[in-house]
């Protein structure tokens, strides 16, 4: 359909009015008559649009309070509304509206609402990037029977030369002590705290002091293809929060998943803070409510005195954010 066939055809004049913008609508949901019973909604559990005019639309409303950048069909008949009020063009007035994508807003609104309104759309989401992108990506990884991401966490590891033998080290930990804690957590999960470990060094190559910072500005900023905007921020947080206070990443804790993950993620990096191989029992913990338990050997904890005291730190450090930490030694 697109933004700018349909601006220039129905607003060619670059006058607004309430029957241009309803003959843009029927154009732009014609074009999916026929079409759309590929698209119901049984087939399909997330919706999510890219590229100028959704992100454009998504900056909008997040701007006007209308939703939290999310986009919905009330929330485009809203802005529909008021583009039709400006009366032209010219008079369409955003925060953060650049010049060039005002001129095709019009037309963008009108094929938003016809997609929305043609395949029952409640809510799309925004991806970052173009929509060629995430295509030849996606069928890059399934030929190569391999997530996509996996290649892009490897792509940044080698870029900012991170120290394969401890990540995977952190990792394994990490991922272990997941399986104790909570048997039941997806491969995603499990998938999703290895990518972490993965990274959770890469801001070395800029700084040792305050490193995790450096880290989570480069995973936050970088174009890692195959994330999706939350998948990269939250992979972000996690890093930022595997060391340091946790008054930081507060916002990932609100839900149990992230918890367990970051929780898994610190403990493992002060069991491997002596970037060497160790030999390390079975890990074992619990959490229920807003409380970690770690159950650790005591002949190991007191022939590994420092690994003790770095456990017995993070008590205070979880309990800032209102979590108990107990270390239980037997």
């Known amino acids: 359909m697109g933004c700018v066939n349909t601006s220039v055809t129905f607003f060619k004049d670059r006058k607004i009015t309430a029957q241009s913008m309803q003959r843009a609508i029927l154009s732009a949901a014609s074009v999916l008559d026929g079409s759309e019973y590929k698209f119901v909604k049984g087939n399909w559990q997330e919706a999510f649009g890219s590229s100028g005019t959704v992100s454009a639309v998504s900056s909008i409303l997040a701007a006007l309070k209308i ?6 069909l009330y929330a485009l008949e809203q802005l529909k509304d008021k583009v039709i009020h400006a009366e032209s063009i010219d008079k ?3 925060d953060g509206l650049k010049e060039d994508r005002r001129e095709v807003l ?3 609104i009108a094929v938003l609402i016809a997609v929305f309104k043609k395949l029952k759309i409640d809510v799309m989401k925004v991806a970052d990037g173009a929509l060629r992108y995430g295509i030849l990506h996606d069928l890059a990884g399934r030929k190569l029977q391999r997530d996509p991401r996996e290649a892009s966490v490897e792509r940044m590891m080698n870029a900012f030369h991170v120290d394969k033998e401890q990540a995977k080290r952190v990792g394994d930990i990490a991922v272990d002590l997941l399986k104790t804690m909570s048997p039941h957590a ?13 990274l959770h060094e890469t801001g070395l190559t800029l700084s040792r002091s305050d490193y995790h910072k450096h880290s989570e500005y480069l995973i936050k900023n970088s174009d890692i293809a195959g994330f999706s905007r939350p998948e990269q921020e939250k992979l972000a947080a996690l890093v930022l929060g595997h060391r340091g206070n946790l008054k930081k990443v507060e916002m990932l804790l609100a839900t149990k998943q992230n918890a367990e993950l970051l929780f898994c993620l610190r403990i493992a990096t002060i069991a491997a803070h002596a970037r060497q191989e160790i030999e390390l029992p079975k890990l074992e913990a619990t959490f229920y409510g807003h409380s970690f338990c770690l159950y650790v050997p005591r002949a190991w904890l007191k022939d590994h005195p420092v690994v003790e005291y770095l456990l017995e730190e993070e008590k205070a450090t979880w309990a800032k954010v209102d979590y108990q930490f107990d270390l239980i030694a037997r």
């Open 67 to 72: 939703t939290d950048g999310s986009i919905t």
């Open 92 to 94: 369409i007035k955003f």
């Open 106 to 108: 019009a037309g963008g």
């Open 186 to 198: 997806s491969e995603d999960s499990a998938r999703f705290l290895r990518w972490a470990a993965d």
